[in-house]
């Protein structure tokens, strides 16, 4: 009977250690939680700053107006972003109007593809247009976004495709539509694309579209009013 019971008692005492043992595990884990919240302090430290966004190369980008006006706006968007058509098609003509014929505000374009291979496709024709025909870039530009569907899965549907790019640089006036078709078929200008995907990535882009003046990320960018508020400081 003694030696039953030291029997028991040995199980209980090995149960009590695997229990243990578990708890040591499962509090381990928990600590390993730990490096990936010190990760995210890490990343936090890293958040761009005005300083950062001053430096963004807009070299060979894409510009809206007369390079030495004092306001930079830079926008990262996507042709497949209806937000970024609203910006284009709404906004965008309003601060060419008021800011940049008057020589206050220069625009500049970096692709951002969030949204899979048409984005690609519409990016690589727009960088194909700006190297060949620089003169019809902003027409081809315009047309596209004006040529984006207005549903509610515009970034979903398939629209931008070749057949498309063609009849936006026909409407554009490009001249050179059978060039700008291979080249588009052949992601030609890829490059170029992926020199602005290393930019939205350096610089953290998460959404489009993103609005940065004079160094500044613009929290209500679709808000025409923000906008002109934010140039007009930048202005002085
Ligand atoms: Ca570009």
Known sequence: MKNRGNMIFAMVLALIVIAAIALMVVFSQKDDVSPSNDSTAATNANVKTSDDYKKIDTKGQPVLGDKEAPVTLVEFGDFKCPACKYFDMDIQPKLVKKYVDKGDLKMYFINTPFHGGESITGA????YVLANEPDKYWDFHNAMFAAQPNTK???EDKWLTIGKVKSVAQEAGVKDIDGLIKATKDSSEQKKVNKDIKLFQTYQIN????????GKKISNQLDIKQLEKEIEAAKK
């Open 207 to 214: 959404e489009t579209p993103t609005i940065i003046i004079n």
């Open 124 to 127: 690589n024709a727009a960088e």
């Open 153 to 155: 899965t515009s970034t």
